[in-house]
């Protein structure tokens, strides 16, 4: 270049010089920002309790939590129903010794060796995959309630190092005890429960902070929980009536001041006992009231309040809400456990780029990514196993979602039954397996609704015999399918009809997979359409076919026990859409006594005391769904891969991971070592 | 002029109603509803007359028109209502998320100028080089390549090789300026160098216009210095086309933070439009929108009036 054009370009090349400055200095500056928040965070802050070796509760003589083998499952899958329903009516008294909480925990069957110790200190940090869209903590169970039940306890609760087949442990209770009728619990409370001494309302003259749990509270929390003010959301008074309606009343034999509970029920239900463990949350009585009267209907939104007026016994106290980026707990020092929680606090981010999430992930911006039917992507899982796995701690858990294509019964095509039947024996099962298997990691399983881990399934060894799923039968089936697709629509002809698919991974995937199934085996396309929610497409029977992996019609968000698993099938009990509970193996909707037929069996398996009778009745009732009915062709239970750093300790998630029954607040740390 | 001023905004008005009017529309026969989110999702327990009965409350059960004109005449008495998901105020929620916006979408423009307009002259005056084709082939890549892409694979980069990713918690500038710079300086390079490519190309094409004048002919007969013709004579006369085209990008990167927004963890008006977006929360949504248009309308305006003081030979009146 000549120097007559050299020196004109000066300022230029000044000028993307010092552009390039700015770009080092943005690199260079975020060094600090990059480092992961464990490096300073397990500081000693408090020691644990004198180490006083203790029994260990019943929870942990249970089977060990997150075993992934079909063999587990099988044996005990008559076993396990049968063992908690004849425990559950007879009188049961389960013991809870916290006393050292280290030694509790390190001598838990839940407990790995790789942990080494539990430390204290530093601020957990974790990603929801989209901002919380309520906090309604007592009744809107959802993933997004896990982050909020860090502030409570309840009475009861499932031992998240245990298993789900495990019975409820005592969480504010030292004991109970249920009557051989199982109409009446009796709770013993613990002494020296304490409500938050700080918290967001206390400047607000709100009343009930650092008083002690005493059987008012229960009393005032379970009478809510079953019978909330009209200010709910209607859609949580519904729920709470029809869990815990059949409460007839809450009493307290040593007064309101006492330590003893007594909830006297109408009815035996055998979910009873899950339902009271599902996270429902403790509150102070004068505070509950004082909630109603300032903030009524609080909670049905997501706005901030909702979240900062959570106060209870909990480990953690609510320190900020934005539901649109970041959430904050931090540590109560008077939580009722000496020794617990170990971390200073918990900083939920929303993170709603799958992306951004990941590489959050991995760079030590936060230290778990789990949530919900929203893990890691597929590709992501494959990037954790290729190149992050010294780093990353991937936890493949068998979720309580059950994949499949949804049918319309009340609209064409899908209002036939051959139209259905034959998708439902076409869909290769097998292929989907692969389609979800990424390395040596399956994320699916072979289930109908009842989930193989909750012991009340088909085993899976009988599962591949069956129509639809035995490989040995396949191109039979699908050559049956395809001549039912002829005699209904012609020889060759297939409706071209819309294909709902909405934008979250467990949709999507089930969805991409389904589109070209349907292309090569029927011959028969769709036209698709995104969406971000399902919404009314759902709620008012509008869809045609979409891809579902949500567990309606079972209910297993909130217990293990099929009674709740079947709620969504009875006729009206469910407040679920039409489409979902008047398929029959016939056209259009079924009849009046069809759906009777099908409710009795469900107030059956609800109310049984019989375990072998109600055994025979849920998978009855699986097979009519899926054989009979026939409006969702299943393809099983949906595997989520929910990973989190190393460095975070103590977190495990039992098979059927559930929503609110997973807490884990008051056990986990963090541990660069 | 005046007249042609008013003649501008009454059009401006126009657009904004009709914008107002689709987007109105748009959300109320997309798929999807805002009643099913507030109750709890497709799952959830509850009845038709508990769905009826929040519809009423939320007032959708109101005829079409009657919404319409509600939500405009709240529009336009500031009256801006509240979220139907969260129960909060709009309008100090976009008080609060408009200086992101803007901080991104300044930084985006200085980043589209400051590269546009130098790499145009630089190709101009370099044309047909091995340096013009290059930076040609780059330009071109920033109208190619969408920023999404672009952010994404600067965060895959970032996390694989430099063991960086974007911060989660938004950083004030005066908290701490450097923290906000590093922030914002990556969706800002992305958007900006998308932004930049057209300015460097109409740059190129004008400045190789100009060059060729007589006048700069004339101007290197006089003697002037080289420097001197570029960048007083040529560079001056080319830059008008350019401005135009730097008005509209300051309209429409308020469109292009809604992606980078959400990618970059910046909590500004376009992550909040994803976020109620998925909502259905339609107060909010329209709101918004009405929002962007009206900035893309008053800055078109803007840049129309801009050009009878950029060049006085343009005259509106006549």
């Known amino acids: 270049m000549s120097v007559r054009f050299a020196y004109p370009l000066r300022p230029l090349v000044a000028i993307l010089a010092v552009t390039m400055t700015f770009v080092a200095l943005a690199c260079g500056g975020e060094e600090e920002a990059a480092a992961p928040a464990a490096t300073s965070a397990p500081v000693a802050t408090s020691a644990p309790a004198p180490a006083t070796t203790a029994p260990l509760p019943q929870a942990t003589e249970a089977p060990a939590a997150a075993d992934t083998s079909d063999a587990a499952a099988e044996p005990a899958a008559t076993a396990a129903p049968a063992a908690a329903a004849t425990e559950a009516p007879v009188a049961a008294v389960v013991a809870d010794y916290r006393d050292d909480w280290i030694n509790f925990l390190k001598q838990h069957k839940g407990y790995k060796a790789e942990w ?65 009728d199982g109409l009446k619990y009796t709770f013993k409370l613990r002494e020296n429960v304490q409500f938050h001494s700080e918290g967001w309302a206390k400047d607000q003259g709100a009343p009930g902070f650092g008083t002690e749990l005493a059987c008012e509270d229960i009393k005032a929390s379970i009478e809510w929980f079953a019978n909330p003010p009209p200010e709910t959301r209607a859609s949580y008074i519904k729920f709470g009536n029809t869990i815990m309606g059949h409460l007839d ?29 599902a996270g429902f949350a403790v509150w102070d009585k004068e505070y509950r009231e004082w909630m109603d009267a300032e903030y009524p209907g609080v909670q049905s939104t997501a706005n901030p309040e909702g979240y900062m007026i959570n106060m209870g016994t909990g480990p953690q106290i609510p320190l900020s809400a934005d539901s649109q980026t970041v959430m904050k707990v931090r540590k109560n020092p008077n939580y009722f456990i000496p020794g617990a929680p170990f971390a200073d606090g918990f ?118 015999k069956t129509k639809g799923w035995n490989p040995e039968t396949k191109d039979a089936d699908i050559a049956e399918a395809n001549a039912l697709l002829d005699g209904v629509f012609g020889a060759g002809v297939r409706p071209k009809t819309d294909q709902y698919v909405i934008q979250l991974l467990s949709r999507r995937e089930i969805s991409v997979w389904a589109i070209d199934f349907f292309k090569k085996y029927l011959n028969w396309e769709f036209d698709v359409k995104y969406v971000d929610t399902y919404g009314n497409i759902a709620t008012d029977c509008l869809y045609t076919i979409r891809a579902e992996a949500n567990p309606n019609p079972n209910k297993q968000v909130y217990a293990s026990d099929p009674s709740d698993a079947f709620w969504g099938v009875h006729s009206e009990w469910t407040t679920s859409e039409k489409c979902l509970h008047t398929g029959w193996k016939g056209d259009g909707e079924a009849s009046a006594d069809e759906l009777a037929k099908v409710n009795g069996w469900v107030e059956d398996l609800d109310t049984n005391l019989d375990q072998a009778k109600r055994l025979e009745l849920a998978r009855k009732i699986e097979a009519y769904l899926v054989e009979e009915r026939s409006t969702a062709a299943i393809l099983g239970v949906m595997n989520v891969a929910w990973p989190n750093r190393w460095e975070l300790k103590g977190n495990r998630y039992y098979n059927l991971g559930t929503y609110s029954q997973q807490r884990l607040h008051d056990r986990l740390w963090l541990n660069e070592g | 002029m005046a007249q042609y001023a008013l003649r501008r905004i009454f ?38 007359e508990t769905e009826e009965l929040l519809r009423e409350q939320l007032g959708l059960n ?74 040609r082939i780059m330009s071109l890549g920033g109208l190619s390549i969408p920023s999404f892409w672009s952010g994404t694979i600067i965060i895959l980069v970032g996390t694989m090789y430099f063991n960086w990713s974007p911060r989660l918690e938004y950083v004030s500038f005066f908290d ?27 740059m190129r094409s004008t400045m190789l ?23 007083r004579h040529a560079m001056k006369n080319a830059l008008l086309p350019v401005v135009t085209i730097i008005g509209i990008t300051v309209a429409l990167t308020i469109g292009g933070s809604v992606i980078m927004e959400t990618v970059f963890m910046l909590p500004g008006m376009g992550s909040f439009m994803v976020y109620s977006l998925t909502r259905w929360d339609y107060p909010v949504v329209q709101t918004l929108v009405l929002f962007f248009s009206s900035w893309i309308v008053i800055t078109n305006l803007l840049i129309d009036m801009s050009y009878g003081w950029l060049d006085p030979r343009v005259r509106y009146d006549s």
């Open chain 2, 209 to 231: 216009e100009v060059l060729r004048q007589d006048y700069i002919r004339t101007a290197h007969a006089k003697g002037l210095r080289y420097a001197v013709v570029v960048y």
């Open chain 2, 62 to 135: 109101r005829p079409l028109p009657v919404q319409y004109l509600d939500f405009m005449g709240d529009f336009f008495t500031l009256n801006w209502g509240e979220s139907l998901v969260d129960s909060k105020e709009i309008w100090p929620q976009i008080k609060e998320k408009l200086p992101v916006t803007l901080e991104l979408a300044g930084l985006t423009v200085f980043f589209a100028v400051f590269f546009g307009i130098p790499v145009g002259v630089l190709m101009a005056l370099q044309q047909d080089s091995k340096l013009d084709y290059f930076l």
């Open chain 1, 116 to 180: 080494g110790e539990p430390t204290y200190g530093g601020i957990i940090k974790t990603a929801d995959p989209r901002p919380a869209s309520r906090f309604q903590s007592t009744l809107g169970y959802s993933a997004f309630s896990r982050w909020q039940f860090a502030a409570h306890n309840s009475l009861l609760f499932m031992d998240p190092w245990g298993t789900i087949r495990d019975a409820p442990v005592c969480d504010l209770c030292e004991s109970y005890e249920i009557s051989a």
């Open chain 1, 249 to 277: 009343e809450a009493t307290c034999p040593d007064g309101m001041s006492g330590k003893t509970v007594v909830l006297n029920f109408s009815k035996y239900r055998n979910a009873t006992i899950y339902w009271l463990a």
């Open chain 2, 11 to 48: 059009l401006g008005f126009l657009t904004a109603i009709l914008v107002s009017i689709i987007v109105f529309v748009i959300l109320r026969i997309a798929p999807g509803d805002v009643v099913d989110i507030i109750l709890g999702g497709e799952d959830a327990f509850y009845s038709p």
């Open chain 2, 176 to 202: 701490d300026p450097m923290g906000n710079f590093v922030m914002f300086f990556w969706p800002a390079a992305c958007n900006g160098w998308v932004s930049q490519a057209t300015k460097a190309r109409m």
């Open chain 1, 347 to 464: 900083d939920t981010f929303a993170i709603q780029d799958y992306n951004t999430k990941f590489a959050a992930l991995v760079t030590g911006k936060i230290h778990q990514a789990g949530h919900g039917s929203s893990g890691i992507t597929k590709a992501q899982v494959k990037q954790v196993q290729d190149s992050y796995a010294d780093i990353i701690e991937l936890q493949i858990v068998r979720y309580n979602h059950i994949s499949g294509v949804r049918m319309n019964n009340l609209i064409p095509p899908f209002d036939k039954w051959e139209v259905r039947w034959a998708v439902q024996i076409a869909l290769d099962r097998m292929d989907w397996d692969d389609f979800m298997t990424v390395g040596d990691v399956k994320m699916s399983n072979p289930a109908y609704y009842l989930h193989i881990d909750s012991g009340w399934g088909k085993p899976a060894s009988e599962f591949m």
